[in-house]
């Protein structure tokens, strides 16, 4: 629970300060229209405390929409995709299905090679710029296997703890 939670919080954190920026500025931005300029417009509106509910739920609405696309463009920049491309998608595919496809679709974290710091790819097998063995491969076929392994799923044999070569 307090693990889910830190890793909530550290998700949040990769948001630009942009797209917070524009989420509170979208948020204020709502209250003017609705409470202070629409009123003087518009004489066939709902009763105030409808109208204070209404557009706080909407500015809240709005901001964390904002907040989700500066998320998309973030994550997705760091997982080695195109960001300008996501954000364009989950921006203007109506109905969510944007943001839908980006959180089925988005790959694996990247992560450093462990030898030369380098960042390669979640699917790689050598570091493509050292040559460092990112997992171990089964000693028998050569494929790369998991850690955790007991037998090798493309040739069957038993394969050893230390396979790492
Ligand atoms: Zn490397
Ligand atoms: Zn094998």
């Not at 996501?86 to 959180?103: E, H, Q, R, S």
């Not at 063995?133 to 955790?148: E, Q, T, V, W």
Request: glycine share 8%; charged share 15%.
């Amino acid at each position: 629970m307090n693990r889910a939670k830190s890793h909530f919080h550290s998700e949040l954190a990769i948001i630009p300060p942009v797209a917070t920026v524009i989420a509170v500025l979208a948020f204020v931005l709502m209250q003017i229209c609705l409470l202070g300029l629409l009123p003087h417009y518009e004489k066939d509106i709902p009763p105030m405390p409808a109208m204070v509910l209404i557009s706080i739920f909407g500015g809240v609405f709005v901001a964390i929409i904002v907040l989700m696309i500066g998320y998309v463009y973030a994550d997705s920049k760091r997982r080695g995709m195109n960001p300008l491309l996501w954000t364009l998608l989950v921006i203007f595919v109506p109905k969510a299905i944007g943001f839908i496809a980006y959180f089925l679709l988005r790959k694996p974290l990247l992560e450093p090679c462990p030898k030369c710091g380098a960042t390669v790819g979640a699917d790689f097998g050598y570091c493509q710029k050292c040559g460092y063995a990112l997992r171990p491969f089964c000693c028998h076929c050569g494929r790369a296997i998991s850690h955790d392994f007991v037998c090798c799923p493309y040739c069957g044999k038993t394969v050893a703890a230390a396979a790492t070569s």
